[in-house]
T-cell receptor
Framework: DSGVTQTPKHLITATGQRVTLRCSPR?????VYWYQQSLDQGLQFLIQ???????AKGNILERFSAQQFPDLHSELNLSSLELGDSALYFC????????????FGPGTRLLVL | AQSVTQPDIHITVSEGASLELRCNYS??????LFWYVQSPGQGLQLLLK??????LVQGIKGFEAEFKRSQSSFNLRKPSVHWSDAAEYFC???????????FGTGTRLTIIP
């Protein structure tokens, strides 16, 4: 158990819908990262937040957005969902915003029908 | 841009045999290197990491990896595999000032009795 929690574990929804994925980092970690794992794209970095502020952005679609709250938990919002958004979404956390070991949560499996 | 290549998509080894999983990276500055393992339906678990210092690093579950700057490689080894090592293994690279992790495509390890 990494100490990073993600909810829900599974999510099934329809095209065009909007969902919110939630992540709680390890106690004491200030940085949260979101990754998407799909069969065709592999594991890809989406976005990083550090202590409530966006720190780095990767291949995140404009339909996707994230935020980190004062209690340091983070949410990833996916809207106007398409079939191709079906994937495993991981959250990871690290102590600081500089290069540190990232500890991954169990992931949220999203299926868009 | 940083990149990681795991040339072996799938490897099959006998239980008790030795294992080496290959990883080559491309990055201009000093890389931070990681190996993660993903069991079916599970999240990513950190096996080991290299930031600096001794180029031979020890990890959990009896794994080790050697950083070879001249070959841009960070191969993962285990002297004797166990059936429980069957999983997917990911090599990743990061760097100070660029905290996102770039992952390889993964190597799926199958263990035969």
């Amino acid at each position: 158990d990494s100490g990073v929690t993600q909810t829900p574990k599974h999510l099934i929804t329809a095209t065009g819908q909007r969902v919110t994925l939630r992540c709680s980092p390890r106690s004491g970690d200030l940085s949260v990262y979101w990754y998407q794992q799909s069969l065709d794209q592999g594991l890809q970095f989406l976005i990083q937040y550090y202590n409530g502020e966006e720190r780095a952005k990767g291949n995140i679609l404009e339909r996707f957005s994230a935020q980190q709250f004062p209690d340091l938990h983070s949410e990833l919002n996916l809207s106007s969902l398409e079939l191709g958004d079906s994937a495993l979404y991981f959250c990871a956390s690290s102590v600081s915003g500089s290069m540190q070991t990232q500890y991954f949560g169990p992931g949220t499996r999203l299926l868009v029908l | 841009a940083q990149s990681v290549t795991q040339p072996d998509i799938h490897i099959t080894v006998s239980e008790g045999a030795s294992l080496e999983l290959r990883c080559n990276y491309s990055y201009g500055a000093t890389p931070y290197l990681f190996w993660y393992v993903q069991s079916p339906g599970q999240g990513l678990q950190l096996l080991l990491k290299y930031f600096s210092g001794d180029t031979l690093v020890q990890g959990i579950k009896g794994f080790e990896a050697e950083f070879k700057r001249s070959q841009s490689s960070f191969n993962l080894r285990k002297p004797s595999v166990h059936w429980s090592d069957a999983a997917e293994y990911f090599c990743a690279v990061g760097a100070r000032g660029n905290e996102k992790l770039t992952f390889g495509t993964g190597t799926r390890l199958t263990i035969i009795p």
